[in-house]
């Protein structure tokens, strides 16, 4: 995995990673003020995303222009990829000299550029509109996808767009590495619900910027509420059974873009979804034993019969951590693709699956997914009580503390 594709560690901060993301030098671009020109970013976004966008030279620009409008920093690994990809776009492969390994923030930067090897400008230069289009349609939807008369945002923790027949549900917690939380866990279940009766004819899962997620956020076990322990681990087996429930019923081709490292939850239920496409960065680790627990999202069922009990074993009870390739390897991830084309390649071809029939699809998966409905619910249920009991011990607890203690002295 290239150095681009990991966060900065370190002494490097967010405002110390300044990439040159416009041809006037190191300039950051997300450090603007507060007033934004909305109209320019709209229009962008109605632009890049019609689908008929060419790579040419005036969108190159506006996409430089439509990046310093940006209100939220995306994070480093983002900027890192987009001073890559604007390099590659205006100078082609990397041919400076390496910086000294202590010069850690230009070494990152040429560490980024030099992983793009061979690809040409105009690939770059596409990449680059696609990542900037991303941003800005995450961005924009933030500010315009509000409940009608009250001018809240539906979701507080998750993106929620409507476009080319498809349903997109995003993961919007970039900053907390899209860990989930409780009020997560029953907004992506609200979503599917809506998704399952919407017009569209597919549905998509993936993230906001770095991460596709981290799994659980730990900090749904830091508040006991004054029922004890007990109340805690009921209510989150609740939450948690309903949410694997509305994926192992949800009616429509479901399908996970996996942006990035994915870890827990987030990797145990790919085992429900109908297709899983993945950035060649991306990572899976189902670190339960670790953490003083077990499997859930019908992990215990899905993975040995996808990848065999043995690979498994290695993931579920030992903590393996696995490259992209290797999921894909057995099974667990459909496709690959490469970072720097990712967003282009699979939005490009989950567009065309979404012009196809939609009832033929949903059909279709009835009849694929029908015979394992009832198991698939008996596992979750099974899971989630263990859960609850792994929630409740000591061995658990201790895990969950060294845990918090560990951040705590970083």
């Given amino acids: 995995m290239s150095t681009f594709c990991k966060p900065i560690s370190g002494r490097v901060t967010s405002a110390e990673v300044r990439v040159d993301l416009i041809a006037q030098g190191d300039q950051p671009s997300f450090l603007n003020s507060r007033t934004r020109n909305w109209r320019t970013l709209t229009a962008f976004h109605l632009h890049t995303t019609s689908g008929k966008m060419q790579s040419s030279q005036e969108n190159f620009e506006k996409a430089q222009s439509s990046l310093k409008l940006l209100k939220n920093d995306p994070g480093n690994d983002v900027k890192l990829k987009l001073y890559a990809l604007f390099k590659q776009a205006t100078h082609g492969p990397c041919n400076t000299p390496k910086p000294g390994m202590l010069d850690f ?100 899962l993936t993230g906001r910027g770095d991460y596709f997620c981290s799994g659980n956020d730990l900090n749904n076990f830091a508040s006991i509420p004054p029922e004890g322990k007990e109340k805690m681990a009921n209510d989150a087996a609740v939450v948690l059974e309903a949410f694997v429930s509305k994926i192992i019923d949800f009616p429509k081709p479901l399908i996970a873009v996996i942006n990035g490292p994915a870890v827990g939850i987030s990797v145990t239920i790919l085992g429900l979804f109908d297709i899983v496409y993945a950035t060649d960065r991306a990572t899976f680790h189902t670190p339960f034993s670790q953490l003083g627990q077990s499997p859930e999202g019908c992990s215990s069922y899905t993975f040995p019969r996808i990848m065999g009990l043995a690979k498994a074993t290695e993931m579920l ?24 084309t990712f967003q282009r390649e699979v939005w490009t071809r989950l567009q065309a699956y979404a012009k196809l029939p939609k009832n033929s699809l949903a059909y279709s998966k009835q009849l694929i997914r029908e015979i394992e409905k009832e198991k698939l619910h008996a596992v979750n249920i099974q899971e989630c009580e263990r859960l609850k009991e792994r929630w409740l011990s000591e061995e658990c607890m201790n895990a969950i503390i060294s845990f918090f203690q560990s951040k705590a002295k970083l």
């Avoid at 599917?192 to 017009?199: F, R, S």
């Fill in 105 to 204: 923030v230009n070494k990152a930067k040429w560490d980024a550029w030099k992983s793009l090897g061979t690809v040409s400008k105009e690939d770059a230069r596409q990449s680059y509109i696609d990542v900037v289009s991303s941003l800005v349609s995450s961005e924009s939807s933030t500010n315009d996808k509000t409940l009608p008369g009250t001018g809240r945002q539906k979701f507080e923790t998750l993106q929620v767009l409507h476009e080319d027949n498809m349903t997109k549900i995003i993961l919007n917690r970039p900053e907390k590495k899209n860990a989930i939380t409780l009020l997560m866990y029953k907004e992506i279940g609200q979503a599917l619900e809506e998704a399952g009766k919407d017009e569209s004819t597919i549905t998509v």
């Fill in 317 to 340: 009870l030992f903590n393996k951590l696995v490259t992209a390739k290797t999921a894909c390897d057995v099974g667990l991830v459909t496709e690959v693709f490469p970072d720097s």
